[in-house]
């Protein structure tokens, strides 16, 4: 499976869409692997991870043809992942001769609810199928299987991080959440899971937050990876990636690296490619 970050950062972005913080400031300056788009990520050129307002971009930066996208996996409903008002270009008149006939979309309730609301109550139409996901009921697409577990982020509705599989290969693609939950770790340890790669949220970065918190830091990040070491589900062969950046913790990326490295991780940066 080839994994591309499309975006990289929190709901603000990097430099954050107002803000003229020492951070922005030194984003704007730097550009290159500072400047952070809102989180989205892509497999294999045909399922798509989450949504955004910058999914436009995201295509022409990286030469998508977003018409030959199969699957969207729907993490939650909060607008950063979920800009479910661009999805209306999916129909006549502003789009013509799809790759795919039908765009297959796997989403919390809440985030359905939501497409239906800002398309002004219309039913949905031919071309999208939504599909309502339940925490641990795997599914397939395509080819691929895709468990869904619940994330400790929305806690007005669901939100999902993922497990996707295919060919023998396992990602772990586990933002927007904090430290997870019991049966979260019960079902990786139940289940004796494996992780060929894991993307671990990172939004606070050095900012201290507990683990009831919506998001991690690298000191969670720590843990995290500890236990799924001790419980076989990664080891020195598993691509450990921090990811999901807020500008409030310090996401430049040279001090990004110089926390990750120790630890034997990458960081993402917008249009980074990881094969496994």
């Known amino acids: 499976m080839k994994l591309t970050y499309l975006g990289t950062a929190a709901a603000e972005g990097l430099p954050a869409l107002f803000c003229n913080c020492e951070f922005c400031q030194k984003a704007r300056e730097l550009g290159g692997k500072n400047i952070r788009?809102?989180?989205?990520?892509?497999?294999?050129?045909?399922?798509?991870?989450?949504?955004?307002?910058?999914?436009?971009?995201?295509?022409?930066?990286?030469?998508?043809?977003?018409?030959?996208?199969?699957?969207?996996?729907?993490?939650?409903?909060?607008?950063?992942?979920?800009?479910?008002?661009?999805?209306?270009?999916?129909?006549?008149?502003?789009?013509?001769?799809?790759?795919?006939?039908?765009?297959?979309?796997?989403?919390?309730k809440g985030a359905y609810e939501r497409f239906v609301k800002e398309i002004n109550n219309e039913e949905p139409f031919g071309n999208i199928e939504f599909h309502i996901?339940?925490?641990?009921?795997?599914?397939?697409?395509?080819?691929?299987?895709?468990?869904?577990?619940?994330?400790?982020?929305?806690?007005?509705e669901d939100a999902f991080i993922?497990?996707?599989?295919?060919?023998?290969?396992?990602?772990?693609?586990?933002?927007d959440t904090g430290y997870f939950y019991d049966n979260v770790w019960e079902y990786i340890k139940t289940n004796k899971i494996y992780f060929d790669l894991v993307s671990y949220d990172c939004t606070n970065v050095e900012i201290p937050i507990p683990d009831t918190g919506t998001h991690m830091g690298f000191e969670n990040i720590t843990r995290t990876k500890n236990l799924l070491k001790e419980m076989g589900?990664?080891?020195?062969?598993?691509?450990?990636?921090?990811?999901?950046?807020?500008?409030?913790?310090?996401?430049?990326?040279?001090?990004?690296?110089?926390?990750?490295?120790?630890?034997?991780?990458?960081?993402?940066?917008?249009?980074?490619?990881?094969?496994?």
């Open 133 to 156: 996901l339940k925490a641990f009921e795997p599914f397939t697409s395509n080819g691929y299987t895709i468990t869904p577990l619940p994330a400790r982020h929305q806690f007005s």
């Open 233 to 276: 589900a990664v080891d020195q062969k598993t691509i450990q990636i921090v990811h999901h950046f807020s500008h409030n913790g310090n996401p430049l990326h040279e001090n990004l690296e110089r926390l990750a490295t120790p630890l034997d991780m990458l960081v993402s940066y917008d249009g980074m490619i990881v094969e496994i």
């Open 162 to 175: 993922f497990i996707i599989e295919k060919d023998g290969k396992r990602i772990f693609y586990a933002n």
């Open 37 to 108: 788009t809102r989180s989205q990520a892509i497999i294999d050129d045909g399922l798509l991870i989450d949504f955004p307002a910058d999914t436009y971009m995201h295509a022409l930066n990286n030469k998508l043809r977003l018409d030959k996208v199969h699957t969207l996996i729907v993490t939650h409903s909060h607008s950063d992942h979920f800009y479910s008002k661009d999805l209306i270009m999916r129909k006549p008149p502003y789009g013509h001769n799809f790759a795919v006939d039908t765009l297959q979309i796997y989403c919390t």
